[in-house]
């Protein structure tokens, strides 16, 4: 069965380092997502894509998150300078279509720890 | 502006018993998506189910269940004879239907999750 993959599993850096995460989708979906979970707390929507541009983003996606999908098959999310509070498990997702029709899958998760 | 409340932070039922999980969501659209998802210790997170908000039919697979019901806003899980492989955390989510006509993708909004525990 097709699945969402991510890289790494755990990202440990020091606070004002820049890190990349990286996500396989499935390869026959259009339409990716970036959530994050503080640890112990719900689930929250960074962003989602579709067409090489930025679809969506909620207000936690500030100017020090990018994402980008580099090839044609890598979707990755850059956190510019990291802080102490972009700990969190980071999932990437994707879906067929936008319109929920067909749920999003998600990754398994990348935890990212700022020291 | 959406919203999914999951008022009941942890529960613990011993094993064999039934046990039901409340959301209650708020939402201005008129189509909307509502899911449910388990996240176990290990930490993914697994797809439980997706129901649109024109069909109010509930659903049972195996020994779960759901009530959607739109009157009251709410959408609401239950599992009948709990086992321990029950025990996560039990997350419901929200999505709404934007009218985007080039394509769009829709963030889903959960709700802070129900620790479900089951004891032996």
């Known amino acids: 069965e097709p699945e969402v993959t991510q890289t790494p599993s755990h990202q440990v850096t020091q606070m004002g380092q820049e890190v990349i995460l990286r996500c396989v989708p499935i390869s026959n979906h259009l339409y990716f997502y970036w959530y994050r979970q503080i640890l112990g707390q719900k689930v929250e929507f960074l962003v989602s894509?579709?067409?090489?541009?930025?679809?969506?983003k909620s207000e936690i996606f500030d100017d020090q998150f990018s994402v980008e999908r580099p090839d044609g098959s890598n979707f990755t999310l850059k956190i510019r300078s990291t802080k102490l509070e972009d700990s969190a498990m980071y999932f990437c997702?994707?879906?067929?279509?936008?319109?929920?029709?067909?749920?999003?899958?998600f990754g398994p998760g990348t935890r990212l720890t700022v020291t | 502006a959406q919203k999914v409340t999951q008022a009941q932070t942890e529960i613990s039922v011993v094993e064999k018993e039934d046990v039901t999980l409340d959301c209650v969501y708020e939402?201005?659209?008129?189509?909307?998506?509502l899911f449910w998802y388990k996240q176990p210790p290990s930490g993914e997170l697994v797809f439980l189910i997706r129901r649109n908000s024109f069909d109010e039919q509930n659903e049972i697979s195996g020994r779960y269940s759901w009530n959607f019901q739109k009157s009251t806003s709410s959408f609401n899980f239950t599992i009948t004879a709990s086992q321990v492989v029950d025990s996560a955390v039990y997350f419901c989510?929200?999505?709404?239907?934007?009218?985007?006509?080039?394509?769009?993708?829709?963030?889903?909004?959960f709700g802070k999750g129900t620790h479900l525990i089951i004891q032996p």
């Open positions: 939402t201005r659209d008129t189509t909307y998506y």
């Open positions: 989510a929200l999505s709404e239907a934007h009218m985007y006509s080039g394509g769009g993708a829709d963030g889903l909004t």
């Open positions: 894509f579709y067409n090489n541009e930025i679809s969506e």
């Open positions: 997702a994707s879906s067929e279509t936008p319109r929920q029709v067909y749920e999003q899958y």
